[in-house]
């Protein structure tokens, strides 16, 4: 059974903190992706990864940052957690299958930050 | 950029048939997909229409037409357990030669008995 983990279900942090999202899937999958999800707005791209230590700026990276050190691990994290990043936020991958392939993405349980 | 809309909720009754319309704006074009998730549960795969036409999987048809830059999800037979959130989605040309995956805002499906 393919897997994306998330290393929390539940969080939650001080405004200021710095705060680290975990993720790690097993399918060898050269792409990984950070979503957060806000009732009515959708999943909002933050940050993804095409390949090891190579990350590119999703629609909303203020605030965030990401490392990708092992292909199967890609972190997100919030400098200086403030209350607006309160939110559920989505790790998925995918594999890399050309530009018309519509292999799917596969997402973690997600982890609710709540920051306060 | 990207842009895709849908209709924000939509209620039907076991048994029906319901449409889920999803119209995008995109600078490049790489296929439709759509996605399924359950109130606290993660988003799950449904379909991908790369070409113009009807898709079908079961009780759910997805359909393209890329001239029209609209596609949309059909649900048949409803159940209550199809009550879910539905999500389209396209490849981002503006990011990494498409790699990445933008949603819509969803539409909140409600099926009741």
């Not at chain 2, 939509?10 to 029906?16: D, H, L």
């Not at chain 2, 996605?35 to 036409?53: I, K, R, V």
Request: proline content about 2%; charged content about 20%; overall charge negative.
């Amino acid at each position: 059974d393919v897997k994306v983990t998330q290393s929390s279900r539940y969080l939650v942090k001080r405004t200021g903190e710095k705060v680290f999202l975990e993720c790690v899937q097993d399918m060898d999958h050269e792409n990984m992706f950070w979503y957060r999800q806000d009732p009515g707005l959708g999943l909002r791209l933050i940050y993804f990864s095409y390949d090891v230590k190579m990350k590119e700026k999703g629609d909303i990276p203020e605030g965030y940052s990401v490392s990708r050190e092992k292909k199967e691990r890609f972190s997100l994290i919030l400098e200086s957690a403030s209350t607006n990043q309160t939110s559920m936020y989505l790790c998925a991958s995918r594999t890399e299958d050309g530009l018309f392939g519509g292999t799917e993405a596969f997402f973690g349980q997600g982890t609710r930050l709540t920051v306060v | 950029g990207q842009s895709l809309e849908q209709p924000s909720e939509v209620t039907a009754v076991e048994g029906a048939i319901v449409q889920i319309n999803c119209t995008y704006q995109t600078s490049g074009f790489y296929g439709l997909s759509w996605y399924q998730q359950h109130d606290g549960g993660a988003p799950t795969f449904l379909s991908y229409n790369g070409l113009d036409g009807l898709e079908e999987t079961g009780r759910f048809s997805s359909f393209l037409s890329r001239s029209d830059s609209y596609g949309y999800l059909l649900l048949q037979e409803l159940q209550m357990k199809d009550s879910a959130s539905y999500f389209c989605a396209v490849r981002d040309r503006s990011h990494q030669a498409g790699t990445a995956l933008i949603f819509g805002k969803g539409t909140t499906l409600s099926v009741s008995s």
